[in-house]
DNA sequence: AAAAAGATTAATAAAAGGTTAATTTTATTA
DNA sequence: TAATAAAATTAACCTTTTATTAATCTTTTT
């Protein structure tokens, strides 16, 4: 999970964000002001920092200074009511990812949140074909691959198919009308031959990790069985 | 130097950034639109790409999905005078790493700009000698060459631009579909056989370096796999 | 035990992919 | 503008991959 530090002095704003965010599946630890949120930064470690500029004792722009000095590879932004545009400039030549102008709006801190943090976490060349963890083994839709440790096994565009249902489904039914018409069209006698055929692969290809059966369901169906 | 791909219908607001972002050592190449901007990208490497939403022909979510789709590694960032907040998210959920509100605060852009490309992905994708590092080949779109050692092989438009198709979705699959729309303009059967012949040449080119291979998905496409 | 369903391996035919060469198109230059 | 060169497309031919069907054996159900 995602972990933020916010400082915010304002009661009413700082409860507002961090019941949002917490909302949207953040961990969040609210600071109230500068000493308090260097002291946490000494004993927890956070992917992002959010720092309102105007604060009692210590402003955000002095904040963000120690913090940078102290743990430079923490992202930090800013949320401010001084949208002048000297303080946008200031706000980034300390480092800042983002600078944030009052009023907030939360869905909008969200996405941004989340933005800067998926590029910062998972990385510039980050595929979006993903992959599906299957007890030792990864299988790649897209390319159509199944590993396993170093081994590839390259899958048929068939047996990817009916792989792939029957992960949807995994540890529930699938019909053989369902898989049938589904993937080849037409649920017949013939076709039904055909997908005994290719269960019989994909059960040769999962032999490697027991966790991983495919069960017949006798006149009904099969069961893709992911073990604990 | 990091190279951008502003992409501005405005004549004026177009001509005002290219020339300030010139003068802030950014290496910059303006399209009027989507069409142009597509077109651009099918020879050129960025590290960034400012799309404007408004533009007659194309909006900028538009082409954004295009680009996302095709070169899922190059991040962009929107310039829009539509300020409303679900344009913003809109443009967040389809993958972008900022969202400027017009007027645009040129000096703003830049620190914007270079937050971005300093966090993220500084040389990831345009070196500064500009060349692709493919193995033990190196790799020039601009001037279509491909290096090994003291040899150097010329490439033709054709055989450059699909290289680097491949190269920008490395150990991802690329369709068929997606190769032929974009490099060739239209999906058939005889443009499908003209791209085996592409794909056979360039193997023939990067069988110096075993680890440099073209994969072929059966029916789906190809995948430049670039190990370890 | 008989009948139906399922599992597995192998054989076959169709489709897709790979490669080289010939042809057409496009660009260059004399 | 015709001759030449280069590039892209198309053709021809061969190889590989794939889905289907067949053949045979095993399991399940009644």
Same mark, same amino acid.
């Given at each position: 999970?995602?972990?933020?530090?916010?400082?915010?002095?304002?009661?009413?704003?700082?409860?507002?964000?961090?019941?949002?965010?917490?909302?949207?599946?953040?961990?969040?630890?609210?600071?109230?002001?500068?000493?308090?949120?260097?002291?946490?930064?000494?004993?927890?470690?956070?992917?992002?920092?959010?720092?309102?500029?105007?604060?009692?004792?210590?402003?955000?722009?002095?904040?963000?200074?120690?913090?940078?000095?102290?743990?430079?590879?923490?992202?930090?932004?800013?949320?401010?009511?001084?949208?002048?545009?000297?303080?946008?400039?200031?706000?980034?030549?300390?480092?800042?990812? !983002?600078?944030?102008?009052?009023?907030?709006?939360?869905?909008?801190?969200?996405?941004?949140?989340?933005? +800067?943090?998926?590029?910062?976490?998972?990385?510039?060349?980050?595929?979006?074909?993903?992959?599906?963890?299957?007890?030792?083994?990864?299988?790649?839709?897209?390319?159509?691959?199944?590993?396993?440790?170093?081994?590839?096994?390259?899958?048929?565009?068939?047996?990817?198919?009916?792989? +792939?249902?029957?992960?949807?489904?995994?540890?529930?039914?699938?019909?053989?009308?369902?898989?049938?018409?589904?993937?080849?069209?037409?649920? !017949?006698?013939?076709?039904?031959?055909?997908?005994?055929?290719?269960?019989?692969?994909?059960?040769?290809?999962?032999?490697? !990790?027991?966790?991983?059966?495919?069960?017949?369901?006798?006149?009904?169906?099969?069961?893709?069985?992911?073990?604990?």
């Amino acid at each position: 999970m995602r972990k933020l530090l916010l400082v915010e002095d304002d009661s009413s704003l700082g409860y507002l964000l961090t019941e949002y965010l917490k909302m949207k599946d953040f961990q969040i630890v609210w600071a109230t002001n500068g000493i308090e949120a260097l002291e946490i930064l000494k004993k927890e470690v956070f992917d992002l920092i959010i720092l309102d500029v105007m604060m009692p004792e210590m402003d955000g722009f002095t904040l963000a200074e120690k913090i940078r000095d102290l743990y430079s590879s923490i992202p930090f932004m800013f949320l401010s009511a001084r949208s002048l545009k000297i303080d946008v400039l200031k706000g980034f030549s300390l480092g800042a990812v !983002d600078y944030l102008k009052k009023p907030i709006d939360e869905e909008e801190l969200v996405v941004r949140v989340e933005a +800067l943090l998926n590029r910062l976490n998972i990385g510039i060349n980050t595929s979006l074909q993903e992959e599906i963890i299957l007890g030792g083994y990864l299988f790649n839709p897209a390319t159509q691959e199944l590993k396993y440790k170093d081994e590839i096994i390259s899958l048929t565009s068939r047996e990817s198919e009916l792989l +792939l249902f029957l992960w949807r489904r995994k540890n529930e039914l699938s019909l053989h009308k369902d898989i049938l018409t589904s993937i080849w069209g037409e649920n !017949d006698y013939f076709n039904r031959k055909s997908l005994n055929v290719f269960i019989s692969h994909l059960r040769k290809y999962l032999s490697k !990790d027991p966790r991983i059966v495919i069960e017949n369901v006798h006149n009904k169906g099969f069961l893709l069985k992911v073990k604990e």
